[in-house]
């Protein structure tokens, strides 16, 4: 388990956004890792001492860290249905029946609440805004966190962007994902953190080299990331200045990346980069 207090930053080497002075703490994010590769978040907010779990999948783990950090979990943020997000939904329902279950599709177990495209909701006096981002599945959401008294906001993206890279396009299209991260989350402030789904980060920035083997972003960006994985760090968050530096799927506008796919058209580019993607394997 992880904690990063939302109000910190990482060095400017790393993020590529300049520090702010650290303030008066209002939320914090608990990094919770789960299964294989994913990870679960709490999201506290510190004046209230209410949270939020995002994607549960394993409710033990969670309920524990609630109760050392001794704060009231009021709430479930799923991500989309996929069994890995929202396969502990019913434990954890078990549990504590009053929990309210957010998402933006039927098929999220115990569902209590499906929202809609830029639908506001609290935990605690934090606000979290839900952002429709379908295609991995239909009915995925991104949950997004302004700024507050000055800190960084922070999005939870799930299967829809990781870090250096983007979901398979399951029950959507390159269009579609296109609008997700090129017209939605790329308009995100720049020092929005990014806390996605899955530990997929040395791979995905792997791929990228071979998009555009002279970014040094990337290859800065694998360096620090194999030597957080080297002593099994989580390598989350990024930010969305980050990802607009380095990650290919968010660069689908740029002459680079068109050289490499042979095309002009930035959605045409997109599906390209996912079907190479697909039959990827880095060399050993």
């Given at each position: 388990m992880l904690t990063l207090p939302v109000c910190y930053y990482f060095p400017s080497?790393?993020?590529?956004?300049?520090?702010?002075?650290?303030?008066?703490?209002?939320?914090?994010?608990?990094?919770?890792?789960?299964l294989e590769d994913n990870y679960m978040y709490l999201l506290v907010d510190d004046a209230t001492r209410e949270c939020a779990v995002v994607d549960p999948v394993e409710p033990a783990?969670?309920?524990?860290?609630?109760?050392k950090l001794d704060v009231r979990l009021t709430t479930v943020l799923t991500t989309h249905h996929h069994w890995d997000h929202s396969g502990g939904?019913?434990?954890l329902l078990e549990q504590s029946p009053k929990l309210r279950v957010f998402g933006g599709d039927d098929r999220v177990p115990r569902l209590t609440e499906h929202v809609t495209d830029n639908q506001e909701l609290k935990v605690g006096k934090l606000t979290v805004r839900c952002l429709l981002t379908p295609c991995h599945t239909s009915g995925h959401v991104c949950y997004f966190v302004p700024a507050a008294d000055g800190e960084a906001p922070a999005v939870f993206t799930g299967d829809t962007l990781f870090i250096a890279g983007c979901g398979k396009f399951f029950e959507g299209t390159a269009d579609?994902?296109?609008?997700?991260?090129?017209?939605r989350l790329s308009k995100l402030p720049d020092d929005?953190?990014?806390?996605c789904g899955h530990e997929y980060t040395v791979n995905n920035?792997?791929?990228?080299?071979?998009?555009?083997?002279?970014?040094?972003?990337?290859?800065?960006?694998?360096?620090?990331?194999?030597?957080?994985?080297?002593?099994?760090?989580?390598?989350?968050?990024?930010?969305?200045?980050?990802?607009?530096?380095?990650?290919p799927f968010m660069r689908v506008g740029e002459a680079s990346v068109h050289k490499h796919a042979k095309l002009d058209d930035p959605v045409s580019t997109m599906a390209f980069l996912r079907k190479e993607k697909d039959h990827f394997r880095p060399s050993a």
């Open positions: 080497s790393c993020s590529g956004v300049a520090p702010r002075p650290a303030l008066r703490r209002t939320m914090q994010v608990k990094v919770l890792k789960a783990k969670v309920l524990d860290e609630v109760s939904n019913d434990r579609q994902m296109y609008k997700a991260l090129v017209e929005t953190r990014v806390y920035l792997l791929y990228a080299s071979t998009v555009e083997p002279d970014n040094e972003a990337i290859k800065t960006k694998l360096k620090w990331a194999r030597e957080k994985r080297a002593k099994k760090e989580p390598t989350v968050p990024s930010t969305i200045a980050e990802e607009r530096s380095f990650n």
